[in-house]
């Protein structure tokens, strides 16, 4: 790949003057009435980095953790190519639908629309799992051919796919649970024709204003598609100019649940499969077969000994090593992110400190030593006061520390 020099970026540029991250009620009133945004940040936020970024001619960006798309409907309007990759195939199919044309929308509702919810199939999943193989012509689970969502036959398909997941998320509001990252799983309830006819209604209603609003792609936009686990170094070194990202944080949030609806759509029900996505997630609830053990920082390994030497319960059995997961996998993300930069390439990233009890874990802190021990240099940093922690969604956490100081941060590196 050739290396054209780079216009030079101007020293604390690029960050200055960013407006907060968190979504904004304009978020909540687009894509946000499809699909919870709870850990999204603000289309304004990115929106406004990607402009500046491509005045800086930097024009190939990244989202590897693209959740529910904010970058791709941020860069839409914009000269830039945008690859959007999630572990989630519900997130890979949300960034899919936000930077899509609108005619390729419109006819992705009409084929939804046309649709005649089958009741003979049994259970509410199997009438859904019945419409997709209507919509797509295809007999596979959808996440073993979404990988062809750049291609513009396939488009069409997974847009339709994509509504349907939608419309199963609006018939599953009561199985939220208070704690927004959990929602129970549905086992063969029945569900009637009217019930989803209404939800169809709703949600096409709903994103039929929501497609209104989008502004027509840019020219020179681009954007591609992957679902796969940041791990999975399928990518060409130097690919990119710029990453622009929010990664999970070390709070055991269970993206696959949280859309579970969707996601066991996608992935045919396959419960085995769910068991894999939900144990791949960075910051996953649940606890692998294997401990890692690489080199981190002298900051982190502070951190996690004093995790595994907290006194309450299970701390060092089993809390430790949630984080020990959590800072290996980050560390081998930063890694990769390193090897796709080009050279002179930057990496915008966006976290929130958690705590572990009332234990305060400086989450932008440890990530940057991080960055510095595989080559990056900090350029920027940006902090922002946080109202709603993410790692106060529980009522547990609420209680072990009621006043937690919580700020986000964003901070701009640089390959060394
Ligand atoms: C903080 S959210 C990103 C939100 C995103 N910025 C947005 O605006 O919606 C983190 C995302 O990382 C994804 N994720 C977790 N583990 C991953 C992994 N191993 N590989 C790729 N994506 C992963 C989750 O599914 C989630 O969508």
């Known amino acids: 790949m050739s290396e054209l020099p780079f216009k030079e970026l101007e020293s604390l540029s690029l960050l200055r003057d960013l407006p907060n991250p968190k979504p904004q009620p304009s978020d ?13 940040f603000s289309l304004d936020f990115a929106g406004s980095l990607l402009s500046k970024l491509a005045a800086h001619e930097r024009t190939e960006i990244f989202d590897p953790f693209g959740g529910m798309g904010t970058v791709g ?17 519900f997130a890979s199919l949300s960034g899919l639908f936000r930077t899509s044309q609108r005619d390729a929308l419109l006819r992705a509702f009409d084929s939804v629309k046309a649709i005649e919810f089958d009741e003979s199939s049994g259970n509410e999943r199997e009438i859904f799992l019945t419409a997709i193989r209507e919509v797509s012509a295809s007999e596979e689970p959808v996440i073993s051919w979404m990988g062809s969502a750049n291609d513009e036959g396939c488009q069409a398909e997974l847009l339709a796919v994509h509504l349907l997941c939608l419309i199963r998320i609006e018939t599953h509001r009561s199985y939220r649970g208070s704690n927004p990252t959990w929602t129970k799983k549905a086992r063969g309830e029945e569900i009637s024709l009217a019930h989803l006819d209404d939800a169809r209604s709703l949600v096409l209603g709903k994103a039929a204003s929501y ?12 954007a591609n598609h992957s679902c796969g686990d940041v791990s999975d170094p399928r990518l060409v070194d130097g690919q990119f100019d710029a990453i622009l990202t929010s990664p999970p944080y070390p709070n055991r949030t269970d993206y696959i649940r949280h859309y579970l609806p969707g996601t066991e759509l996608l992935i045919g029900g396959d419960e085995a499969a769910e068991r ?10 649940l606890i692998r077969k294997e401990i890692p053990n690489p ?10 000994g ?8 299970a701390s060092a059995s089993y809390y430790v090593k949630g984080y020990q997961f959590y800072f290996a996998d980050m560390d081998q993300t930063l890694r990769n992110f390193h090897s796709w930069l080009r050279n002179d390439g930057v990496a915008a990233i966006v976290v929130q400190d958690a705590y572990y009890k009332e234990l305060r874990i400086p989450v932008p802190d440890l990530l940057i030593d991080m960055a510095a021990a595989v080559g990056f240099k900090l350029e920027e940093r940006l902090d922002f006061k946080v109202k709603q922690a993410l790692s106060n969604l529980s009522a547990g956490a609420r209680r072990s520390a009621p006043k937690k100081h919580v700020q986000e941060t964003c901070f701009l590196l640089k390959k060394a």
């Open 295 to 304: 080199q981190l920082p002298e900051s982190v390994v502070e951190i996690i």
């Open 211 to 222: 497609v209104a609003s989008l502004p027509e792609t840019h020219l020179d936009f681009k």
């Open 28 to 40: 909540k009133r687009g894509y946000g009435e499809l699909a919870s945004l709870y850990t999204a």
């Open 73 to 89: 409907e941020a860069g839409r309007s914009l000269p830039l190519q945008v690859t959007l990759n999630d572990i989630s195939p």
């Open 306 to 313: 004093k995790i595994g030497a907290h006194e309450s319960y």
């Open 276 to 285: 894999r996505l939900r144990e791949d997630q960075i910051g996953t609830p």
